[in-house]
Nanobody
Framework: QVHLVESGGDLVQPGGSLRLSCAAS????????MGWYRQAPGKERELVATSTSGGSLDYGESVKGRFTISRDNAKKMVYLQMNSLKPEDTGVYRC?????????????WGQGTQVTVSS
């Protein structure tokens, strides 16, 4: 069983920065995707950023150029550096691991960390 624990959420002023961390524990397959999704009140969950075990990165349109995802496979960690934060970045940020195995894949989710951007 894989467990994901996020940290780093906080209240920050517009224009500020935050760094989120996600620690994974348990057995992870070598082919996987780790990423961040967010959900604001009354809105659907949306992709923030993903990082594949092969090194590919993907970002949601609204965060391109401001957010950077990175991962440390040895430590089973994924990070999200968020710069130039805007009020619309407010939401619960959840870490996701999609583990691929021979016959399919399985998704794991963390509990989430709250990011609030407000003056």
């Amino acid at each position: 069983q894989v467990h994901l624990v996020e940290s780093g959420g906080d209240l920050v002023q517009p224009g500020g920065s935050l760094r989120l961390s996600c620690a994974a524990s348990g057995s992870i397959f070598s082919i996987n995707v780790m990423g961040w999704y967010r959900q604001a009140p009354g809105k659907e969950r949306e992709l923030v950023a993903t990082s594949t075990s092969g090194g590919s990165l993907d970002y949601g349109e609204s965060v391109k150029g401001r957010f950077t995802i990175s991962r440390d496979n040895a430590k089973k960690m994924v990070y999200l550096q968020m710069n130039s934060l805007k009020p619309e970045d407010t939401g619960v940020y959840r870490c996701n691991l999609r583990d691929y195995y021979s016959s399919g894949y399985r998704d794991y989710w963390g509990q989430g960390t709250q990011v609030t951007v407000s003056s």
